[in-house]
């Protein structure tokens, strides 16, 4: 990792796939990771650790499966929350957004338990993947 300040915006520019996260650094066991959304992703859930995220630019939504019922988190730009362990989740970005998350490196963006992601097919097979 770079020992140099990394400016956001600068590293947010530099790519323009949705729902695919960069690693800006690393803190201690922890990837701080930026993303560019759009639309929905999928609903998933990470067993074993929190997801943190801040919002950058513009609106995220996430939408959670808790035991009381189903509810919808709304961030706007500068708010940050985050997402008990445990908990299903989907977050989307209906005028798109860019956000950073801070999760346990090597952590699955899809979590450890998702719903199949739209577009996913298995190159070999043809069927669909829920990498």
Do not use: C
Not at 64 to 72: A, I, K, N, S, W
Not at 95 to 121: N, W, Y
């Amino acid at each position: 990792m770079s020992n140099e300040p990394i400016l956001l915006s600068k590293a947010l520019a530099s790519f323009d796939a949705l729902w695919s996260p960069r690693i800006v650094t690393r803190v201690n066991d922890y990837d701080v990771r930026i993303a560019k959304v759009e639309g929905e992703h999928v609903w998933h859930v990470h067993d074993d650790t929190d997801e943190f995220f801040l919002v950058l630019d513009g609106e995220l939504h996430i939408s959670l499966r808790e035991p009381d019922g189903e509810r919808t988190v709304l961030l706007p730009q500068g708010a940050v929350f985050t997402v008990p362990r445990g908990t299903e989740h989907k977050p989307y970005a209906p005028s798109g957004a860019a956000i950073l998350m801070l999760e346990p490196t090597g952590t699955l963006t899809v979590g450890d338990r998702q719903d199949e992601i739209p577009g996913h097919v298995d190159s070999t097979t043809g069927h669909a993947l829920n990498a």
